[in-house]
T-cell receptor
Framework: GIQVEQSPPDLILQEGANSTLRCNFS?????LQWFHQNPWGQLINLFY???GTKQNGRLSATTVATERYSLLYISSSQTTDSGVYFC?????????????FGKGTKLSVKP | GAGVSQTPSNKVTEKGKYVELRCDPI?????LYWYRQSLGQGPEFLIY????????DSGLPNDRFFAVRPEGSVSTLKIQRTERGDSAVYLC?????????????FGPGTRLTVL
C-alpha cells in the first residue's frame, strides 16, 4: 500500500516563529488532508488539498501531486498551535476510501 | 450542523470482557470509517461502510472485532474477549461519499483501556 512519511517528527518553536511541515507520499493520490490533533485528541480538519495551494488565516498548504509531496506552513505561531499535525491520503490512490496517515509532526510552541 | 459524535468518551474494562463503542456520523453522510490510534502513532484504518454494508473490513486485526451499521447511520464497533493490546483510542469518521475524494470528519474518539 501507499506509504506516507512526515518530517520533522518533532518541532519546538518560540511563539511568533514560522515553520514548514512536510509530507511525502509514495504513489499518486486524488486527495490529501492535513489535520491538527489537539492536546485533547480531537482531529481537526485543516485542509483538503489534492493539488495547488490553499490558505486559511496563518496556515497555508501546498501540494505538488506530480512530485508526491505536500507542505504545511504555519506563520506567526501561537501556543494554541501546539499538538500533532498529520497528513493523510486515500489508500490505493482513492479507490478504497480509507485514509493512510503519516506518523505526524509533534509541534510545541513555547510562550 | 452537529459533527461526528462518539460514546462513551472513555471506557475501562477488564481483560476478557465484551465492549461496544458507538458512532453517530454527520447527518446525510453515507460513508463511515473506524480507525484505531495507539500512543504516538497516526490513526490506522479498521473498517468502513458505504450505507449499511461493510465495504472493506481488511483493517480489523482479528475476528474478535466486528462492526455494524444496520440502518446506514449509527455504527457500533464490537470487541469480544478484550485483551490489553486492544487499549487505544478508537476514532470514527464520516464523509459524504466513499471513494477518497471527500473530506473525512472525525469524532472525538473513545479511549479504551483494558486492565
Amino acid at each position: 500500500g501507499i506509504q506516507v512519511e512526515q518530517s520533522p517528527p518533532d518541532l519546538i518553536l518560540q511563539e511568533g516563529a514560522n515553520s514548514t511541515l512536510r509530507c511525502n507520499f509514495s504513489d499518486s493520490v486524488n486527495n490529501l488532508q492535513w489535520f491538527h490533533q489537539n492536546p485533547w485528541g480531537q482531529l481537526i480538519n485543516l485542509f483538503y488539498i489534492p493539488s495547488g495551494t490553499k490558505q486559511n488565516g496563518r496556515l497555508s498548504a501546498t501540494t505538488v501531486a506530480t512530485e508526491r509531496y505536500s507542505l504545511l506552513y504555519i506563520s506567526s505561531s501561537q501556543t494554541t498551535d501546539s499538538g500533532v499535525y498529520f497528513c493523510a491520503v486515500p489508500n490505493y490512490g482513492g479507490s478504497q476510501g480509507n485514509l493512510i496517515f503519516g506518523k505526524g509532526t509533534k509541534l510545541s510552541v513555547k510562550p | 450542523g452537529a459533527g461526528v459524535s462518539q460514546t462513551p468518551s472513555n471506557k475501562v474494562t477488564e481483560k476478557g470482557k465484551y465492549v461496544e463503542l458507538r458512532c453517530d456520523p454527520i447527518s446525510g453522510h453515507t460513508a463511515l470509517y473506524w480507525y484505531r490510534q495507539s500512543l504516538g502513532q497516526g490513526p490506522e484504518f479498521l473498517i468502513y461502510f458505504q450505507g449499511t454494508g461493510a465495504a472493506d473490513d481488511s483493517g480489523l486485526p482479528n475476528d474478535r472485532f466486528f462492526a455494524v451499521r444496520p440502518e446506514g447511520s449509527v455504527s457500533t464497533l464490537k470487541i469480544q474477549r478484550t485483551e490489553r493490546g486492544d487499549s487505544a483510542v478508537y476514532l470514527c469518521a464520516s464523509s459524504l461519499r466513499v471513494g477518497g475524494t471527500d473530506t473525512q470528519y472525525f469524532g472525538p474518539g473513545t479511549r479504551l483501556t483494558v486492565l
